[in-house]
């Protein structure tokens, strides 16, 4: 293992886009000198486009491997939060542990994140002008802030399997395009913005 | 109730808007109502029940909008997408761009559908069974829903700029989830869905952030687009219609509500094994039972959830294992497991 040391840290930094001001200024310099400071430039834009390159990022675990793993991981204890019984989750240790492909998946998930939540504030606010109707609940979908809801191990062939599943939904409004829209863009679960169903 | 079936009858042959007078008509007919004789345009009070769902269905198919849709989960995962929707008579053709996760454009012509992923440069084409608000309302029959639905019109609200009335479908048994939908005004057009739990907990809301009814969308142009596969490679989802019997697949006792639709022998893209996909619905769920030979390697069984969609894979009949997936309670998956049996 490496020793973290500040000026690799300041790569990493400008890489990220989080230098400003002097510390920009002096980290740019030492990139136009500095052979090793340009070798590690390129290695995390390397890094970078391969995780978000589906074709190069994709696991090329076997099903042999996964089930191995199936089977090592429910051996295993692991202290999960509670979840409700309307969302048992058996084997929960896959969802909570990383797997071979976990972390592209989790990779688009944080470069989605910022885009979706600028829509789900949109939608939420949208959705909580309604007036109370006569049942008076509106349209609130009351997040359970208890449980951390755990991120779904999605492997190719139950992808596969889930895109089938949405051929039969169907194709037009609501109901089927939920069905495309849940099947392949869900990002990570991020606590809802708390809005209480007006009673 | 006679009046009801001739309407169903004519609903599969007939163009769709016909289809919905007589409907309307018999409903008039049933409802005791001898002065109607203009069905299109009938008071909210006096539509009753199913006619309400079957109305929203085909709004949803024959409306032509744009808008912005949101699925919100109760995990408190969301997707969106931006959606173009040109419906002309019996011919539907629409575009939906996701604004979440990967990139991807999909474009529907009818039973057609390409999906073109920018990111790999691949264009997925495949088959669209059916389309809709209710996929297979119209082949279930509103008759059968009615058994298992309750459906009353709770109110009214304004949603997303519309004036919507407010439908409870409560489900009569514990195998079903329960929805609420709100039905714009004047087209009955769907402009948000819950989907409800026993406990009438919001699972998973499903709505238009924003909407057009009735925009410009051209209809030529989506054609277009869909065509343009230019610089992406093409991977066609195999798929043939199979019989679950023929295959040697049958149910010991049926679900109650859900009727077996389609059964495909399916050839995936990618290099996997194939299986069996057998589709059920009681009209406004469905559940796909995929099943392929179990294999050398021991397997686990498993149950899992994502959103509102309940999943579980579990060995079926000595060699075979079963992954079930589909929008109602776990309970009715296992319904599923349990009943299912191998005839050869």
């Known amino acids: 293992m490496t020793t973290i040391d500040s000026s690799s840290d300041a790569v990493s930094a400008l890489a990220d886009g989080a230098l400003h001001g002097p510390a920009l200024v002096a980290t740019l310099d030492r990139l136009a000198r500095d052979g090793q400071a340009q070798a590690q430039w390129h290695a995390y834009h390397l890094i970078g486009d391969v995780l978000r390159s589906e074709d190069l990022a994709r ?19 692991i202290v999960r939060p509670v979840v409700s019984a309307a969302a048992t989750v058996v084997p929960a240790d896959l969802a909570v542990r990383p797997a071979a492909n976990g972390d592209s998946f989790r990779w688009k998930m944080a470069a989605g994140f910022a885009s979706l939540a600028a829509v789900a504030a949109i939608g939420w606010n949208t959705l909580a002008m309604t007036d109370a109707g006569a049942d008076g ?42 069905g495309y829209v849940r099947s392949a863009s869900f990002e990570t679960p991020q606590p809802a913005p708390s809005l209480q169903p007006q009673r | 109730m006679p009046h009801v079936k001739i309407a169903l009858l004519w609903c599969r042959w007939v163009p769709t808007l016909m289809a919905s007078s007589l409907l309307a008509a018999a409903g008039g007919a049933v409802a005791a109502s001898p002065a109607e004789s203009a069905p299109a345009v009938r008071p909210a009070a006096e539509r009753a029940g199913v006619q309400w769902l079957v109305r929203a269905h085909e709004a949803s198919r024959r409306k032509t ?40 454009t999909t474009f529907r012509h009818n039973a057609q559908v390409v999906t073109f992923l920018p990111e790999s440069r691949i264009a997925k084409t495949e088959q669209r069974d059916a389309a809709g608000l209710f996929p297979h309302l119209m082949r279930v029959g509103p008759a059968s829903v009615a058994q298992f639905y309750g459906v009353r019109h709770a109110g009214a609200e304004r949603v997303a700029g519309f004036d ?101 022998r399916r050839v995936p893209a990618s290099s996997m094994p194939g299986s069996m996909q057998w589709i059920f619905s009681d009209g406004l769920a469905t ?29 079926v009949g000595a060699d075979w294992w079963l992954v079930a997936i589909g929008e109602v309670p776990a309970q009715t998956l296992k319904a599923f497991a349990s009943a299912l049996e191998r005839r050869r």
């Open chain 1, 59 to 77: 696991s090329t675990a076997s099903s042999d491997f996964m089930d191995k793993l199936q089977a090592r991981l429910a051996q295993e204890e």
């Open chain 1, 137 to 178: 609940t509106t349209g609130a979908v009351q997040a359970r802030a208890d449980a951390q809801p755990p991120v779904m191990l999605r492997n190719a062939q139950l992808d596969e399997l889930l895109a089938a599943h949405n051929q039969a939904v169907g194709g037009a409004a609501l109901q089927s395009q939920a």
């Open chain 2, 65 to 104: 909008y744009a808008g912005t849709f949101v699925v919100l989960s109760a995990s408190g995962a969301t997707a969106s997408s931006r959606i173009w929707h040109a419906g002309d008579g019996d011919q539907q053709v629409e575009r939906m761009d996701a604004l979440s996760g990967t990139p991807r």
């Open chain 2, 164 to 264: 919507t009335d407010v439908l409870q479908l409560q489900p009569k048994d514990t195998l079903r989830y329960g929805y609420r939908l709100w039905a714009e005004k004047k087209s009955g057009f769907a402009v948000q869905l819950q989907t409800l739990d026993g406990d009438g907990r919001i699972l998973e809301q499903a709505a238009f952030s924003d909407l057009d009814l009735d925009a410009p969308v051209r209809a030529d142009r989506l054609l277009q687009m869909m065509a343009d596969t230019t610089g992406y490679r093409i991977e066609k989802a195999e798929r043939t219609a199979a019989s679950a019997a023929e295959e040697g697949w049958a149910l010991k006792t049926p679900v109650a509500g859900f009727q077996p639709m389609d059964c495909f």
């Open chain 2, 287 to 315: 559940v796909s039972l995929f099943i392929e030979p179990y294999g050398t390697r021991p397997r686990q069984e498993w149950q899992n959830a994502m959103g509102v969609t309940q999943m579980l894979g579990r060995r």
